[in-house]
């Protein structure tokens, strides 16, 4: 269930309908982790805490394209027709995030390294700030730790990490997979400051993101998010971590539920 | 001549990279180092010195050392990622194909303690499939300097270029074999000696056995002359100048201190057996297996089969 009550709240819909719809037509995308993270892009995108004509944007998770696509073109970096073509041959939109596209810095698709990336690009340009998006299962991977030890040496108060937590990766849940616990306590005792927000909260999101931009130390949203959200029976259901060949039935059900 | 005795010739090519680096950071704001602890055995103290802003140093951790240094290199600074190769490029080869190549940065990966040549540190130190990993990357450019003035020349012109580049590295002191006044230029082979009977090419100072080799031959066997090829560019590589070698020699021997599989000797074939020229050909490089310690490294290279007994034997059998 989507919740209304910030005047952006009817791009929860309409992104998650043009989201489907690209997924559909295309026939492949990561639609689970893209439902869970859109809110936090469009809190990102369409508020004017961040210029990303100066600041930067790094999608770590590069299998979240289809929600940074979708949320590239509603502010107009490229034409809305074009999200049809994602993954096909010659098109733009790169079935993992790329930066043959208007609007991306970094292209992705291996986890873990875009953190490291994002300090790269908040320490060479440090009158920025680097905003970083990874998951929660990313956090599996070694490189973010190293990240996040480097970002506290370096005094990196101009690096946001959001930490899109659904709780959910390909196989499974993240405590079946591999268990980290509490991620929040991990970056305080690494140096960094924390906060914990509704990942769908769209008020609360672009609250905790103007408070992140002034800080001295680097900071770590974490977002509880819903795999899926948005569409029932893709709410905390992996099976939905990615799609092949939606059927129309599925599809059309979906689509039902999309509605402001 | 033996390269392992001190001479007043033999110099230090991971110190002359290191005081070059020095010395272009003094006029190049934008010359970034990323380091990962090895900052002494790479010659950078005096960088770190005096340009602690512009000296990151990342600890022991390859995989965010670069994509720190692709982050760094986005942001518009020329940034070499500095370590030994069986550190980087080997621990954070993934890193370096997405973060770097992928994204086509401005990043030099300097990998030092290459080869055989490594010596006492034993078989994780010497880094054997450097060129193998880094010559299969899209965008990746890869040069191996055969001594400490060509180190230096390669090093100022990869401080101008914008390109992601792998320069390979040696621990030891090396003898110098050009002239000061040498000028290097990407994707170009130097004939280091001009001769009529067969071709040697190879990269790094390995190819200093060649030059003992022709030294022994000329005293045993004069009529038999080497042409001795640098390709110190490995990619791009000058296959023009191995052409018109072999199509006089029509016989061609690699020597270089790397696996087989991979090394400059598989690449050459690969062309030559694609072209009209069919030259007699013996690849001489370490064959699927690791080092081991030793404290002369011309005992390995002996062992391994790519020392100047070994070269000599094969000279005999694509000469008879």
């Known amino acids: 269930m989507l919740n209304f009550n910030h005047p952006l709240d009817h791009l929860k819909t309409e992104l998650r309908r043009d989201l489907l719809n690209m997924i559909y037509q295309s026939g492949s995308g990561h639609i689970g982790g893209s439902l869970s993270s859109l809110d936090i892009l469009i809190s990102l995108y369409h508020s004017d805490i961040f210029d990303f004509t100066k600041d930067h944007f790094v999608l770590s998770a590069g299998h979240l394209a289809c929600a940074l696509y979708t949320v590239l073109a509603s502010k107009n970096y490229f034409p809305k027709k074009l999200l049809s073509t994602y993954t ?35 320490l060479g340009d440090p009158k920025t700030t680097a905003v970083c998006l990874t998951t929660d299962g990313e956090h599996q991977e070694g490189q973010i730790w190293e990240a996040a030890m480097f970002a506290n040496k370096y005094k990196l108060g101009n690096l946001i990490n959001i930490i899109d937590v659904n709780g959910f990766q390909i196989d499974g849940s993240t405590d079946q997979i591999m268990p980290l616990k509490s991620l929040a306590a991990k970056y305080i005792q690494f140096g960094w400051t924390v906060t914990t927000v509704d990942g769908h909260d769209i008020s609360k999101l672009i609250k905790v993101l103007k408070q992140s931009k002034k800080s001295d130390y680097p900071n770590c949203i974490i977002a509880k998010t819903t795999l899926g959200k948005g569409i029932s029976f893709m709410e905390n259901n992996f099976k939905y971590h990615d799609v092949k060949n939606l059927d129309e039935k599925v599809y059309l059900a979906a689509k039902d539920e999309l509605q402001y | 001549m033996n390269s392992n005795t001190k001479s007043s010739e033999n110099q230090s090519i991971r110190q002359s990279f290191g005081e070059t680096i020095f010395k272009l950071a003094q006029n190049n704001p934008n010359l970034y180092v990323v380091s990962m602890d090895l900052k002494s055995s790479l010659y950078l103290t005096d960088f770190a010195r005096k340009f602690p802003h512009r000296f990151v140093e990342c600890g022991i951790a390859e995989n965010n050392a670069a994509a720190i240094a692709a982050g760094l290199a986005k942001t518009g600074k020329t940034v070499f990622l500095c370590s030994f190769a069986c550190f980087s490029p080997a621990i954070n080869w993934a890193v370096i194909r997405q973060s770097i190549c992928y994204n086509n940065l401005n990043v030099k990966i300097v990998g030092s303690h290459a080869g055989l040549m490594t010596g006492d540190l034993g078989a994780t130190h010497q880094m054997l499939e450097d060129i193998a990993i880094m010559s299969s990357l899209s965008n990746m450019e890869v040069f191996s300097p055969i001594d400490a003035v060509e180190t230096q020349k390669i090093t100022t012109i990869l401080s101008r270029s914008r390109r992601p580049a792998y320069l390979r590295l040696v621990r030891q002191s090396t003898p110098i074999l050009y002239d000061k006044k040498m000028s290097f230029t990407i994707g170009k082979s130097q004939i280091l000696k001009k001769g009529k009977d067969i ?88 064959d699927n297996q690791f080092g081991q310690s030793a404290k002369d490294y011309h005992q390995l290279y002996d062992n391994y089969n790519i020392g100047t007994k070994s070269l000599v034997s094969a000279i005999k059998k694509i000469y008879g």
């Open chain 2, 199 to 286: 071709t040697i090419i190879g990269h790094g100072p390995i190819l200093n056995e060649a030059f003992e080799v022709q030294s022994q031959l000329l005293l045993q066997k004069p009529n038999i002359s080497l042409e001795i090829i640098n390709c110190s560019s490995i990619k791009p590589l000058d296959f023009e100048t191995i052409f018109k070698s072999i199509k006089k020699t029509g016989r061609l021997i690699c020597l270089e201190d790397h696996q087989k599989n991979g090394g400059l000797g598989q690449m050459v074939a690969s062309q030559i057996l694609a072209s009209k020229f069919h030259p007699k050909f013996i690849h001489l490089a370490v």
């Open chain 1, 88 to 122: 096909s041959f010659d098109s733009i939109l790169q079935g993992h995030i790329s930066a043959s596209v208007p609007g991306v810095e970094y292209s992705s698709g291996s986890l873990g390294q875009g953190l490291s990336f994002a300090a790269g690009l908040a």
